[in-house]
């Protein structure tokens, strides 16, 4: 039988295990309506501004990233760790500082210090979060730092782009904008209000250590003397159900201080600092590398797209959302994915299958063609012989004519059928020669065969 009447074969989809992230982020979802919710005017900032409005449904982190978190980051990415994502400070310092490092550049490792686990990161720059961000939009693991929900060029520590960093679109992790971090603080949607404090009150809180908390409490000036653990107020969240986003630790967030280009809005007021940096109105901005053991952050992120299969692919994008195809195969490039289409060498976007069989109209005809005995030579020569003598029935008469100008259209449709089968069994033919060229190449090396006879 001719090389080229090969079976078509359904190739069939293959399982891919996923296995849990390393960094979990527990998510808030911050409910939006298309519309921006009224923003809060607060007089004090100079120069005045209003705060909070955002109309899309987002989610932000419900606590600040911790210090056991970061340290995955670090293990992941930082085995020589050019762009200085840890610092010493998170060693040496006594209060706030909670990761170690060990070993030589090319395998450092890193540790938290005993009980330091879910007290949130330090000594982090902006520049440090935001590829911590960048880590979680790829998936961590081995993921990119410098690419996904921000581009940061020169592969240093403070990027040669530093002035001009922002979301790219399509980010699916990234630090909150300030408006999104105030929303997440002080807003309540039910009642369409601001609070002045992000425990769900107009009253002053209480600084008071976790113990202490009666459900309008934070770890302020005096409080606990240093950074808690994340969420050690349970009785006093946001309106949303967030933790410490007042004290414990300021908060980096991606807005940019009046287009500034190397000032980043920080919020939230810390450990070390008085009850009122924890108001609404209050406001700072730190320099983008700055570094301090009062200065942490939280991610946000949109909704994920509804991703059926789970391969990474929203179903939207997916060119066949009902099974796993991250890589989006589409051998005959029809639109429908390999993994379930029922004529994978040949174009076929309707996938249609009038007997059900699972294999598309399309393959059941060629194969019945040349399964029938039928040569390729024959069904060339049966197009051609059919175009021709429809070329002198054509114009007897106008009915005629128009059936046969219908006729005439099939053989058309047929032709550009019988040049992708042509195209398809030619690579299938060169694939085998060179199968063949590699099975010669290996009958040539010497000793061969005593070794196939060995076997």
Sequence with gaps: MPRWLVPLV???ALAFPRTAPAVEIAWVTILGTGTANACDFQPDPTPPACFGAVAE???IGQFEVTNAQYAEFLNAVAA??????WDSFMAVDPIAGGIVRSGSPGSFSYAVKPGFEEKPVVVISWFSALRFANWLHNGQGSGDTESGAYTLLGGTPVPSNEATVSRNPGARVFLPTEDQWYKAAYYDAERQIYFDYPTRSDRVPGCVPPSEDDGNAANCRPGAGGPVDVGSYPLSPSPYGTFDQGG??????????????????VRGG????????????????FP?????????FRVASFLPEPDADGDGVPDFEDNCPED?????????????GDVCDNCVPFFNPAQTDEDSNGTGDLCDTIASLFGGGVSREEFDTTVSDLGSRLSLLEGSDAAQSAA???????????????????????????????????IEAIEALPGIERRLEKR
Excluded: C
């Design 288 to 296: 983008q590398l700055f570094k301090l053991p009062i200065l942490g």
């Design 324 to 336: 796993a195809n991250p890589g989006q195969e589409d051998l005959d490039d029809d639109g429908v």
């Design 80 to 85: 020589s760790d050019p762009l200085e994502l």
């Design 57 to 59: 449904t987002y989610r």
């Design 10 to 12: 359904v190739l069939g």
């Design 248 to 265: 414990n630790v300021r908060e980096w967030t991606e807005t940019d201080f009046f287009g500034s280009g190397f000032l980043r809005q």
């Design 270 to 285: 810390s450990w070390s600092e008085g009850v009122l940096e924890l108001r609404a109105r209050d406001r700072d901005s």
């Design 404 to 438: 046969l100008q219908g006729l005439r259209t099939d053989v058309t449709t047929l032709q550009s059928e019988l040049a992708a089968i042509r195209a398809f069994l030619a690579a299938l033919e060169a694939r085998l020669d060179a199968l063949e060229a590699r």
